[in-house]
């Protein structure tokens, strides 16, 4: 596989979380003993949550468009911005760099259609939830998107940035987060985006009745499946240089 590049520490926990499934799928792919060519560039969440409660998205458009530079210039073949709330800044990072920037609702939105299901429910940060990004990504393949009510989404917020962002896995918060999850699946919902990348920290497949969008890993799986074709191309190319 080819290097990938990491937008990290947006937050720690979840750019672990990317790591180790990047990993993995090369482990499973080559071997155990293989790992992942990545390269972080990562940030100081403290930073970037101030900045996100203080609306100044056009100073993250920068710090996100400079790490995206700093990638590419690294070697990186491709990047990945590990956080979904984030890709608010996508349109920065792709406009100062030749390399894909993969979107995660993009990659998700494709996951969800190979499951056949039409009608999803997002979870995530206010930002993720409130804000079209996600939803027209998902929209834009023909998916419903519904959302949970106010009181809801300052609940699954505030368990990200208080709790999963640093790593504090509650089980009361875990049984708030299955309570709002099985309202939505009752309202219509035939699958629950995990919209933000630290919620599978929290819930799993095996909590939910309906599919599960897990978007860290899918995310990270189209950025390896990139990686591994991209290598390919290469090594084709290579042989009929030298032929």
């Known amino acids: 596989m080819t290097k990938i590049g990491l937008i990290g520490g947006i937050t720690p926990e979840s750019t672990i979380l990317y790591y180790r499934i990047l990993n993995q799928l090369n482990?499973?792919?080559l071997?155990?003993?293989?790992?992942a060519k990545v390269i972080i560039n990562s940030f100081d969440f403290g930073q970037i949550a101030k900045l996100q409660k203080e609306g100044r998205w056009d100073l993250l458009d920068e710090l996100m468009a400079e790490a995206g530079k700093s990638l590419e210039k690294a070697g990186a073949s491709c990047i990945l911005i590990?956080?979904?709330t984030m890709h608010?800044?996508?349109d920065a990072v792709k406009k100062v760099v030749t390399i894909p920037v993969i979107h995660i609702a993009e990659a998700t939105s494709k996951r969800i259609l190979e499951q056949k299901v039409k009608k999803v429910a997002l979870l995530g940060t206010?930002?993720?939830?409130?804000?079209?990004?996600f939803i027209d990504g998902l929209s834009s393949f023909g998916i419903e998107t519904m959302i949970p009510a106010e009181d809801e989404r300052e609940i699954i917020h505030q368990v990200i940035y208080d709790e999963l962002s640093v790593g504090n896995i509650n089980?009361?918060?875990?049984?708030?987060?299955?309570?709002?999850i099985n309202r939505l699946i009752e309202n219509g919902a035939e699958g629950i985006i995990l919209g933000c990348t630290e919620i599978p920290l929290l819930i799993e497949q095996e909590d939910v009745l309906v599919p599960v969008f897990d978007?860290?890993?899918?995310?990270?799986?189209?950025?390896?499946n990139f990686a591994i074709r991209n290598q390919q191309q290469q090594q084709q190319q290579q042989q009929q240089q030298q032929q």
């Not at 071997?31 to 790992?35: E, R």
């Not at 978007?215 to 390896?224: L, N, P, Q, S, V």
């Open 27 to 29: 482990a499973n792919n």
């Open 88 to 90: 608010l800044c996508i």
């Open 126 to 133: 206010k930002y993720t939830m409130e804000k079209d990004f």
């Open 171 to 180: 089980p009361v918060s875990k049984k708030a987060y299955l309570k709002i």
């Open 31 to 35: 071997g155990k003993s293989h790992s």
């Open 82 to 84: 590990c956080a979904n």
């Open 215 to 224: 978007t860290a890993t899918i995310h990270a799986t189209a950025a390896f």
